[in-house]
């Protein structure tokens, strides 16, 4: 059986929810800005989903993503969070399990080391979880089981 626990050190979980954002950010405002359009276009597309910029459409983005500044994407991270904004989201998200940021973490690589299923929405891997364990990270819409051996 996988264990349902979360599989990372507490070493990396250590550091405040707040404080990961605005590295997991700094990350995400490279990928836009290194030229590398497969690495921007992504986090652009996130970037216009959230709405954090007057740009409308992903073109134009695109053409103004040398602009784009930390304050955009932290938005768009508390955005997706839930939250109004970026102020908002630092006030409350120290204060919430490391788990809530754990998409984030998966982005960043952290999992890498373990095995994934993923599934359509958090319901399905909810329901496999019972039968095999896995820790379980929403992610958007769906949902990815974390395999860990005990």
């Known amino acids: 059986m996988w264990s349902i626990s ?7 979980s250590s550091v405040s929810n ?6 997991h950010a700094r990350r995400l405002l490279r990928h836009v800005r ?8 992504p986090v652009l597309r996130r970037l216009l989903a959230a709405k954090v910029t007057r740009a409308e459409r992903l073109a134009d983005l695109h053409a103004i993503r040398g602009e784009l500044r930390l304050k955009h994407l932290l938005s768009m991270l508390a955005a997706e969070l839930g ?9 409350d998200i120290d204060g ?15 999992f890498n080391d373990f095995e994934k299923n993923w599934f359509a929405n958090e319901r399905e891997a909810r329901d496999w979880q019972r039968d095999h364990g896995g820790y379980i990270v929403r992610y958007g819409e769906q949902a990815v089981a974390i395999l860990n051996r005990d």
Do not use: F, H
């Open 6 to 12: 979360c599989p990372i050190s507490s070493s990396v």
């Open 18 to 23: 707040s404080d990961y954002l605005r590295e």
């Open 34 to 41: 290194d030229g590398d359009t497969s690495a921007a276009m």
């Open 83 to 91: 939250y109004l904004n970026w102020d908002a989201c630092k006030l």
């Open 96 to 110: 919430q399990p490391g788990a809530v940021i754990d998409r984030y973490r998966l982005d960043a690589g952290v």
